[in-house]
């Protein structure tokens, strides 16, 4: 599998961070008529958006993957920093009369988050199909986050280009209804969400953990500190985290995870595994501020697992395919 099209979110990420806790502020029986403000003591921006965090990461681990949304007039820093990360992104549309999306997150001391997202160019996602963009038939589309009506054309149209596709909504599951979700996550080879997001999922849709299972080759819900859990072909597959010292931003562990993920799956190799290199990739994120500010070679990357996973020599191959 090597070509991979990556479509959802592109954006600047404002991160901030608030030394206190947000529930030391939230008052029982007052939950109607909320109005805070918090002060914070720092603030970055960075290069973001769940698509973009996706793509950046694979191509760290050694693929090319294109990258599929529109952006806004201030997008070519953004595009040069992307290619030169190894991001083809000539299927990106760039709209001159608007900006970027941008994302604004507030985090506590417990890396608790309150967020806010303008969609800006994201919004107009929904004008181009991945046929105006792209000729031919990709191996897999992974459909991330983005315009909520993009996201279903796009899995309206995988469906009707035979197209193999993973459903992602995570962030947009709050917007999407039950109607909404039962029928773009339908012909999905795979999905992924947080527990969370699975629990609302099941809610809205009125579907159990268990017809999910069975509608999905592959479903994979990830537990933050608690690793992941894929359901495949019956089975239950428990992946831990990749042990760190302290985690600096959580903001992008679960974009990081999905590329280490896609990129195991890519390659053939053993869910377990590619769950296991998803752990990793997500640790270097966690380890620092912002989502596309760690680095790693593949050899780097490799040795690195092999202090806390097994890959009995299998992630050799990811080193050779990249050289050809």
Not at 25 to 32: A, E, N, P, T, V
Not at 130 to 147: F, K, M, R
Not at 216 to 229: A, P, Q, W
Request: net charge negative; proline share 4%.
């Amino acid at each position: 599998m090597e070509q991979i099209i990556i479509s959802g979110s592109i954006a600047y990420d404002y991160l901030m961070r608030f030394p206190g806790r947000f529930t030391d502020h939230l008052i029982d029986g007052q939950m109607h008529q909320v109005s805070l403000s918090f002060l914070v003591e720092e603030m970055t921006k960075h290069w973001g958006g769940v698509g973009a965090n996706i793509a950046f990461n694979l191509a760290m681990l050694g693929m090319r993957p294109k990258l599929f949304n529109t952006v806004g007039r201030d997008f070519p820093d953004y595009r040069q920093w992307l290619e030169k990360a190894g991001v083809d992104t000539s299927t990106v549309r760039q709209l001159d009369e608007v900006f970027t999306a941008s994302f604004f997150c507030n985090t506590d001391l417990d890396n608790n988050q309150i967020a806010s997202f303008y969609s800006g160019a994201m919004s107009r996602a929904g004008d181009y199909r991945l046929a105006d963009v792209y000729e031919g038939i990709p191996d897999l589309v992974l459909i991330s986050p983005s315009d909520p009506g993009s996201m279903s054309q796009l899995a309206a149209e995988c469906r009707e280009r035979g197209i193999r596709f993973m459903y992602d909504p995570s962030q947009q599951v709050p917007r999407l209804s039950g109607e909404d979700l039962k029928r773009d996550m339908q012909g999905a080879y795979a999905m992924v969400v947080n527990g969370y997001e699975c629990e609302v999922i099941q809610q809205k849709t009125g579907q159990s953990l268990e017809q999910l299972r069975r509608a999905i080759d592959i479903l994979v819900v990830t537990h933050g500190k608690d690793g992941s859990t894929i359901y495949a072909n019956g089975n239950i597959i428990e992946v831990p985290t990749f042990h760190i010292d302290e985690v600096k931003d959580p903001t992008g562990g679960g974009d990081s995870f999905r590329a280490g993920f896609i990129r195991g799956i890519a390659a053939g190799l053993p869910l377990k595994l590619a769950g296991e290199m998803g752990s990793l990739v997500a640790a270097y994120a966690l380890e620092h501020v912002g989502t596309q500010n760690h680095r790693f070679t593949l050899p780097e990357f490799i040795t690195r697992f092999r202090t806390q996973f097994d890959d009995g020599g299998q992630l050799d191959a990811l080193v050779k395919s990249a050289a050809v």
